[in-house]
Structures are given as structure tokens and as C-alpha cells.
């Protein structure tokens, strides 16, 4: 069984940091995309930041030039270094690891994590 574990997340004033991880752990051989999704009171769970195997970041516009996300494959964990956090940004943040395989050809599976809560305050 394949579990993600967020860590991170906290309190902190308009205009700090603060740098999420997430690992993955179990029998895991790779993992296609990892991704960084957040949800705010009374509004839908929307995709922050992806990562693929290969590297190649993607973000919603609203993070642009202030949150970065990278991989460490060998740890199967993934970070979101977010920069100039605003009160727009208080959310909780999930995790996500799509197609999951447990060795080389096998099924892939999708996992979430359970979600660290962010608070900015103003």
C-alpha cells in the first residue's frame, strides 16, 4: 500500500515562506506526475503545481514566480517552495502522486495525500 505524507505547513505573515513536502512511501517502483493541489473554505480544490518524472514544472497562474515545485525521484518526494505567500493562498494543500507503479509494466494508481493546512495571515 502506497501512502503520501504531507509535512510543512503552518502559520505565517503575508510575504513569508513556507516549503511543503511530500513523500511517498511503499512499494513504489515510479511515479508518472506529482502534483500540489489546494482547497479553501467554501471553494473547489484547485491544481497549484505538477511535476512529471522527466521535471518539467507546470503552475496555475496565480503562483507564478513565487511558489517552485521540484522532485527528489530517488525519495519519491515532492516539495512546493512557496515565496511572497499572500492571504489568498490560506488553504489546505494536498498531495497528489498519479500513475503509481508498484514495479516495471505494472498497473498504475493514483494517491492522495491527507492535507497540511497553510494559513497567511494580512
Known amino acids: 500500500q502506497v501512502q503520501l505524507v504531507e509535512s510543512g505547513g503552518g502559520l505565517v505573515q503575508a510575504g513569508g515562506s513556507l516549503r511543503l513536502s511530500c513523500a511517498a512511501s511503499?512499494?513504489?517502483?515510479?511515479?508518472?506526475?506529482m502534483r500540489w493541489y489546494r482547497q479553501a473554505p467554501g471553494k473547489q480544490r484547485e491544481l497549484v503545481a505538477g511535476?512529471?518524472?522527466?521535471?518539467?514544472?507546470n503552475y496555475v497562474d496565480s503562483v507564478k514566480g513565487r511558489f517552485t515545485i521540484s522532485r527528489a525521484n530517488a525519495k519519491n518526494t515532492v516539495y512546493l517552495q512557496m515565496n511572497s505567500l499572500k492571504p489568498e493562498d490560506t488553504a489546505v494543500y494536498y498531495c497528489?502522486?498519479?500513475?503509481?507503479?508498484?514495479?516495471?509494466?505494472?498497473?498504475?494508481?493514483?494517491?492522495w495525500g491527507q492535507g497540511t493546512q497553510v494559513t497567511v495571515s494580512s
Open positions: 497528489n502522486a498519479e500513475g503509481v507503479r508498484t514495479y516495471f509494466g505494472s498497473p498504475t494508481y493514483d494517491y
Open positions: 511503499g512499494s513504489i517502483f515510479s511515479i508518472d506526475v
Open positions: 511535476i512529471a518524472s522527466g521535471g518539467i514544472p
